[in-house]
């Protein structure tokens, strides 16, 4: 079950980042936008997965489910790290086109 959670969560974030070079195209600081809104996301999504492979665990052996809370925690720190890449390149892509625009005029 843990293998189908982690699956999710890829195709979630693949998802994301695709929605985000489509929306790409509309306008330049939408990227940035995308970025935002997935850093803000990233809680919800790791106490989500942090909460499903706890459900999903098995506590009988005597185990207190650390290990689904650290890979909750994983898993929310990489979807935060994700839409932190989002938002730099995003700036470095409007500082790019800016400084075309200053050669051409």
Same mark, same amino acid.
């Given at each position: 079950?843990? /293998? *189908?959670?982690?699956?999710? =969560?890829?195709?979630?974030?693949f998802i994301l980042n695709i929605c985000s070079f489509? =929306?790409?195209? !509309?306008?330049? @600081? !939408? =990227?940035?936008? @995308? +970025?935002? %809104?997935?850093?803000l996301l990233s809680p919800i999504i790791g106490f989500?997965?942090g909460s499903l492979l706890f459900h999903f665990q098995?506590?009988?052996? &005597?185990?207190? +489910?650390? &290990? $689904? $809370?650290? +890979?909750?925690?994983?898993? +929310?720190? *990489?979807?935060? $790290? /994700?839409? *932190?890449?989002?938002?730099? %390149?995003? *700036?470095?892509?409007?500082?790019?086109?800016? =400084?075309?625009? !200053?050669?051409?005029?």
């Amino acid at each position: 079950m843990e /293998n *189908f959670i982690l699956a999710v =969560f890829i195709c979630i974030i693949f998802i994301l980042n695709i929605c985000s070079f489509i =929306f790409l195209e !509309r306008s330049r @600081w !939408r =990227f940035v936008l @995308w +970025g935002l %809104s997935i850093m803000l996301l990233s809680p919800i999504i790791g106490f989500l997965s942090g909460s499903l492979l706890f459900h999903f665990q098995h506590l009988e052996q &005597g185990e207190t +489910g650390e &290990g $689904a $809370a650290y +890979g909750g925690a994983i898993l +929310g720190i *990489f979807t935060c $790290a /994700n839409g *932190f890449l989002m938002i730099v %390149s995003g *700036f470095i892509y409007v500082l790019v086109l800016k =400084f075309r625009m !200053r050669k051409v005029v």
